[in-house]
């Protein structure tokens, strides 16, 4: 023992052995990190300036084409068809989003206020559907809204939807699979920060002469803000890249990034110009997440 | 009583012309018949209370008594399930919270932390739609009054237990409440703050001429601060009078033993005169002034009596005295600085005796040391039960 031991946490310990620990235990994650993550993504950035060589290979030279051709300047002349992709994804992903937070809410709320027991029943019961896989449950939407099922029968006789037409395919049916896909991503997080309420804060808000509305603004919000952020983000970035729901439900009409990148680089064989689009999409979402909570964040301060 | 009595009749003379009278006369609030359930335990039951203008009440009792839910039915932040609720003369049992026209003092305070200091107190105002401007020079006012200016721009997490308390202050009063709640606010200060706060709170209540309703389980502070206190037990009003009432002349047992230390002595009525009525006790017979005593009594009924450690006196083994003397031996004792509190055995079980400290010295007593102790007669108080 040549170097001083010291007291780490009530535990005497040398800083080298310290150390040791440390890279023990984050060690593993760090390797994993860099061999499945950062390499990859190393790759995929480098491929997105190299050009696609005959027979689908990938070639030299480096190029800024791959990306010109995703702001639409292809060798056709100007068509915004990827910007579309890139804006529908981002509204599909948005949209389920706040759908989600919208029905996730309530049931937090509701979740929380129940007693132990059924605490516990009703958190099953929101995480239950992940037991079945995703494919299936989305067949399953087809049946259930397809024509003649009871469901779309019933719209009928509402006169939601005409005689002749279908919940299935449609808009309805892709918003409606994906927030029963994406729920539990937004419930757990929010259940969280709806759990460890201090409610007294929503009194004193009501005592200071907020209205409903204003105490859940002042009272309630900023208290499970850290819930619905990683709620939001949870939801939206898996959103944006699901492809199988849209497709499926959606009567696959419209293209969604998820398709667009696997259509690169499975048929198309055009694997730069499908990093090309996987990178921009992750630089876009990057971006439109670091506003997002740069913005909620300075919320905080502001005088409201 | 007398006293009390007289002091009454000067101020209903000086309210002056009948129009100033009759607003005097409209308690700040009033409690009629109260109760509140939890399921099978009945927090508040059954609590007719009226508390004047401008007076600082406290609600005294231990901790499950229903004291912060009698404030909080009061708030509006909790429903009576039977009786009403009046504020200023108006009916107000079914007034949500933020239409009333009181504010609360939480005992965790309950500052938003997504707010500053300034912001926290404007919120109210800010509720009102007051103009910014007018925001601005009450809410400035306010962090001078109790003292907080230097600390607007700072952010809830960042100051210390007595800052924030006096932000809490800060940020209900600046909304000139006609009734302000205060439940344990000093509760989690240390001891020296606390007693600071005591003192600045009391001024400020008299400054300001708010109606104070002061919730608190440390009966020196509602004894410090209080025109009237009402010691609450098991959800009732276990007695309602003025500090020095509640303290001298405590009605039942419970109000004996919580407020202050207490001696009780069980004994039976013997003699009863004009003047004056004889107890037998274990510790002899015990000689009572009756002007204390409200109730006739009977001879050969059992009663409790009580009286405060500080009344008691004792005096040297070979003094003796008239009246209510009594041999004993001291058992212990503790210093605690200004006064010594004596621990003495009788015939009747102990006895605390504390004795002020005027004379610099080691305690006159030690243990197993003889001496006499007297009771006065009048410092005896008889309890109802």
């Known amino acids: 023992m040549t170097s001083q031991s010291q007291i780490h946490r009530g535990e005497a310990i040398t800083r080298g052995r310290l150390s040791i620990r440390a890279a023990a235990s984050l060690g593993p994650g760090f390797i994993w990190l860099i061999l499945f993550f950062l390499i990859p993504l190393g790759i995929i950035a480098a491929m997105s300036f190299l050009s696609r060589g005959e027979d689908g290979t990938v070639d030299r030279p480096l190029t800024l084409e791959n990306y010109r051709r995703l702001a639409g300047f292809g060798l056709l002349g100007f068509d915004p068809l990827y910007p579309i992709i890139l804006f529908r994804s981002f509204v599909l992903g948005s949209g389920t989003a706040m759908l989600c937070l919208t029905a996730g809410l309530p049931l937090a709320f509701f979740i929380a206020k129940l007693s132990k027991p059924f605490k516990q029943l009703a958190l099953t019961l929101v995480v239950i559907p992940f037991w079945t896989n995703l494919l299936i449950r989305t067949y399953a939407w087809q049946m259930l809204l397809g024509p003649g099922s009871w469901i779309t029968q019933l719209a009928v006789w509402l006169r939601v939807i005409g005689p002749d037409e279908a919940l299935y395919p449609g808009t309805f049916a892709v918003y409606l699979c994906m927030v029963c896909d994406f729920l539990p991503f937004m419930v757990l997080p929010l259940y969280a920060s709806v759990e460890k309420l201090d409610w007294s804060m929503a009194e004193a808000a009501m005592d200071l002469g907020a209205n409903r509305f204003q105490v859940f603004r002042h009272g309630v919000l900023p208290q499970i803000q850290p819930g619905v952020i990683a709620g939001l983000i949870l939801v939206f970035l898996p959103a944006t890249g699901q492809f199988v729901i849209p497709d499926l439900l959606g009567g696959a009409k419209t293209a969604m990034l998820g398709n667009a990148i696997q259509q690169q680089f499975g048929p198309g064989l055009d694997w730069p110009f499908g990093s090309a689009v996987a990178l921009v999409s992750l630089a876009v979402a990057l971006a439109g997440l670091w506003l997002f909570t740069r913005k909620t964040a300075d919320q905080n301060l502001e005088i409201v | ?385």
């Open chain 2, 1 to 385: 009583m007398l006293q009390a009595f007289a002091v009454q009749v000067s101020a209903e003379r000086a309210a002056g012309p009948s129009g100033e009278q009759t607003t005097a006369e409209i308690p700040a609030v009033e409690l009629h018949n109260v109760s509140r359930k939890f399921g099978p335990v009945s927090a508040v039951a059954g609590i007719s209370l009226s508390i004047r203008r401008g007076e600082f009440f406290s609600l005294l009792g231990p901790s499950g008594c229903g004291k912060t839910t009698l404030l909080r039915l009061v708030a509006g932040l909790d429903l009576p399930d039977a009786g009403t609720v009046s504020i200023n003369g108006l009916e107000a049992t079914h007034t949500p919270a933020h239409q009333r026209p009181v504010n609360t003092v939480f005992q965790s305070y309950a500052l938003f932390p997504h707010l500053n200091v300034r912001e926290n107190i404007a919120f109210g105002l800010r509720m009102k739609r007051m103009a910014r401007k007018q925001i601005e020079e009450r809410v400035g006012s306010i962090m001078e009054t109790v003292r907080i200016s230097e600390l607007a721009g700072r952010r809830i997490s960042q100051l210390s237990g007595g800052q924030k308390q006096r932000v809490a202050l800060a940020r209900a009063i600046v909304n000139e409440p006609q009734v302000l709640l205060l439940d344990e606010p000093l509760g989690a200060l240390d001891l020296k703050l606390r007693k600071e706060l005591q003192v600045e709170l009391h001024a400020l209540q008299r400054r300001l001429g708010i109606t104070f309703i002061y919730v608190t389980h440390d009966q020196e502070e509602a004894l410090a601060m209080s025109d009237r206190i009402g010691v609450m037990h098991a959800g009732r009003m276990a007695q309602l009078g003025a500090a020095e009432e509640v303290y001298e002349r405590p009605r039942t047992r419970f109000a004996a033993q919580f407020i202050g230390a207490c001696n009780l002595l069980r004994g039976t009525v013997r003699h009863c005169s004009e003047r004056d009525f004889m107890v037998r006790t274990e510790l002899g017979e015990v000689r009572v002034e009756l002007g204390q005593s409200a109730r006739p009594l009977q001879l050969g009924q059992s009663c409790t009596l009580a009286i405060r450690p500080e009344k008691v006196r004792v005096l040297a083994f070979t003094e003796r005295r008239e009246v209510n003397s009594f041999p004993v031996r001291v058992s212990g004792f503790v210093y605690t600085g200004s006064e010594t509190q004596y621990r003495l055995e009788t015939p009747g079980g102990l006895l605390n005796a504390w004795v002020m400290n005027a004379r610099s010295g080691p305690p006159v007593f030690q243990i197993g040391d003889r001496a006499t102790v007297q009771l006065p007669w009048d410092a005896l108080v008889l309890l109802d039960d």
